[in-house]
């Protein structure tokens, strides 16, 4: 499993997130206290939002503790939303392209998790993508599949409820091929404004989400596990909800997709 931090607020340096807390993601990548896996050594990436509407991104396939670039361009780059990300790999090689996060336009999105049965789900999934969102792909992940495929269903107008419909459609069509489910769903995504974070399950292991404070000033960061020891700052976040951090702070809300049926019949399921 993953592990990732996101944030939003007055801008800072990435440092204070990856590199500088006691429990910083950098140290989370071969120490990790609250995942299953307690390395993450398939790569690492950073999103980050500037003066342009797109992100900048910088992704490798290093294990996060031993790219000295990562550090120096963390103690570098200031930002007021970025998203940072240490990979343990379920689908998907380990090249650079598979590095979360993944940007489409001025969006950028980052996953702890998986969608069992890929295999078998990745072909109709990749269907129902237009050429816009389906050559924009450029990984073999299910991550970075779901990203396009909740681009496609509208996310850039309705973040959250785009997002639901395609991990629905997922739970639909593994249903239908399969007879059974199993998602796991820890995510950040952001376009540039604001900071959107689900945690949710097909089952009762949901990956973990934190949220916390940062400074005075309304700032907030999201994370996969507690980046410091102080549990008194660090609001868990339950299964089945979405974060939601903009201009008026830090909201959480229910995140419960419904099975999403009525596109299958679109495609070519006999085989």
Same mark, same amino acid.
């Given at each position: 499993?993953?592990?990732?931090?996101?944030?939003?607020?007055?801008? $800072?340096?990435?440092?204070?997130? @990856?590199?500088? !807390?006691?429990?910083?993601? $950098?140290?989370?990548?071969?120490?990790?206290?609250?995942?299953?896996?307690?390395?993450?050594? /398939?790569?690492? #990436?950073?999103?980050?939002?500037?003066?342009? !509407?797109?992100?900048?991104?910088?992704? /490798?396939?290093?294990?996060?503790?031993?790219?000295?670039?990562?550090? &120096?361009?963390?103690?570098? +780059?200031?930002?007021?939303?970025?998203?940072?990300? @240490?990979? %343990?790999?379920?689908?998907?090689?380990?090249?650079?392209?598979?590095?979360?996060?993944?940007?489409?336009?001025?969006?950028?999105? =980052?996953?702890?998790?998986? +969608? /069992?049965?890929?295999?078998?789900?990745?072909?109709?999934?990749?269907?129902?993508?237009?050429?816009?969102?389906?050559?924009?792909?450029?990984?073999?992940? /299910?991550?970075?599949?779901?990203?396009?495929?909740? =681009?496609?269903? #509208? =996310?850039?107008?309705? !973040?959250? %409820?785009? =997002?639901?419909?395609? +991990?629905?459609? @997922?739970?639909?069509?593994?249903?239908?091929?399969? #007879? &059974?489910?199993? $998602?796991?769903?820890?995510? %950040?995504?952001?376009?540039?404004?604001?900071?959107?974070a689900v945690r949710y399950a097909s089952d009762r292991f949901a990956p973990t989400l934190f949220a916390g404070p940062m400074g005075e000033s309304g700032s907030h960061?999201?994370?996969?596990?507690?980046?410091?020891?102080?549990?008194?700052?660090?609001?868990? +976040?339950?299964?089945?909800?979405?974060?939601?951090?903009?201009?008026?702070?830090?909201?959480?809300? %229910?995140?419960? !997709?419904? @099975?999403?049926?009525?596109?299958?019949?679109?495609?070519?399921?006999?085989?």
């Amino acid at each position: 499993m993953c592990r990732w931090a996101a944030y939003r607020g007055d801008a $800072i340096y990435l440092e204070e997130l @990856v590199s500088s !807390p006691a429990h910083s993601l $950098i140290e989370q990548s071969h120490c990790a206290t609250r995942a299953k896996t307690s390395t993450n050594a /398939d790569g690492f #990436g950073l999103a980050w939002y500037g003066d342009r !509407p797109e992100p900048g991104r910088f992704r /490798d396939v290093l294990p996060a503790w031993s790219d000295c670039n990562l550090k &120096s361009l963390a103690r570098q +780059i200031r930002s007021p939303l970025f998203l940072a990300h @240490v990979r %343990a790999a379920t689908h998907g090689s380990t090249r650079r392209d598979n590095c979360h996060p993944f940007v489409h336009d001025n969006w950028s999105f =980052m996953h702890n998790g998986q +969608i /069992d049965h890929f295999d078998q789900l990745r072909r109709p999934m990749e269907t129902m993508l237009d050429d816009e969102y389906f050559n924009g792909r450029h990984g073999n992940t /299910d991550s970075e599949l779901l990203f396009l495929l909740a =681009m496609q269903f #509208g =996310m850039k107008e309705r !973040p959250l %409820a785009a =997002m639901a419909e395609a +991990i629905g459609f @997922v739970t639909g069509l593994s249903l239908h091929l399969v #007879g &059974s489910v199993k $998602i796991r769903f820890t995510a %950040a995504f952001s376009d540039g404004k604001s900071l959107y974070a689900v945690r949710y399950a097909s089952d009762r292991f949901a990956p973990t989400l934190f949220a916390g404070p940062m400074g005075e000033s309304g700032s907030h960061c999201v994370v996969s596990e507690p980046l410091n020891d102080d549990t008194d700052a660090w609001m868990e +976040i339950p299964p089945d909800s979405a974060v939601v951090v903009d201009d008026t702070g830090l909201r959480v809300e %229910a995140f419960k !997709p419904a @099975v999403e049926t009525q596109r299958l019949p679109n495609l070519a399921l006999a085989n």
